[in-house]
Structures are given as C-alpha cells and as structure tokens.
C-alpha cells in the first residue's frame, strides 16, 4: 500500500525557511514522480513543484522559482520540499503526492515540464502539513 507522510511543518516568521520532507513507503515503481502542492483557506490547490524519479528530474512552478528546492534522500526513499525567502502569502496546507509510476508519459520520453506538474495526474497524496509564515 502506497503512503506519504508530509513533515516539518510549523510556524516561521516572514523572510524564514522551513524545511518539509515526504517520506513514501509502498512504492512499487523506480520510475515515479513526488509532486508538492498547497492549499490556502479559500484557495484551491496549487502545485509547488515536482520531482521525477530515478532521473532527479525537477521542475519548480514560477510562482515559487528561486525560493524552493526540491531534492530526494534515497536512503530515506524521502522527498525533501526547501523553502526559504518565506511570504505570508506561502501560508497554506502542503501536500505530497505519487503517481507511484502511472504517469509513464513522463519517464522514458523528454518532455516540459519533466515530472507532472497539476493534481489530477496524481493517485496517492499525504495527509497534509501546514505552514503558518506569521510576524
């Protein structure tokens, strides 16, 4: 069974970084993509970026390029989602999600963005961690 469980959410006052990480378990594909979304009170969910396995393909939306990376801990089989330069506007629930390697669209031929980019190409998705950015 496929899970991912988002941590390393919190409170961080504007200008600050926080750090989440998606640890994934049940995965039964090396070709696979972790996507990172948000979802603000009153917003709909939005993508943040995403990562394509095993190529470490990366892609990083514009709303949020030059302030986050994304990288991948293969020991931990955990995705790891850096932010920095934090906003209030970056406030919102954010989530992980797999296509656990459905999405072979993306794996085997090169294609823009490298790794799917919106929610409806996902199946599994976390529980959610949330980011507060507050003075």
């Known amino acids: 069974q496929v899970q991912l469980v988002e941590s390393g959410g919190g409170l961080v006052q504007p200008g600050g970084s926080l750090r989440l990480s998606c640890a994934a378990s049940g995965l039964t594909s090396d070709y696979y993509s972790i996507g990172w979304f948000r979802q603000a009170p009153g917003r709909e969910r939005e993508g943040v970026g995403c990562f394509s396995a095993p190529h470490g393909r990366k892609y990083y939306d514009p709303s949020v390029l030059g302030r986050i990376t994304i990288s991948r801990d293969s020991a931990k089989n955990t995705v790891v989602l850096q932010m920095s330069s934090l906003k209030p506007d970056d406030t919102a629930v954010y989530y992980c999600?797999?296509?656990?390697?459905?999405?072979?669209?993306?794996?085997?031929?090169?294609?823009?963005?490298?790794?799917?980019?919106?929610?409806?190409?996902?199946?599994?998705w976390g529980q959610g961690t949330q980011v507060t950015v507050s003075s």
């Open positions: 999600a797999t296509d656990n390697g459905a999405r072979s669209d993306y794996y085997f031929t090169p294609r823009t963005p490298p790794c799917p980019a919106t929610s409806y190409e996902y199946t599994y």
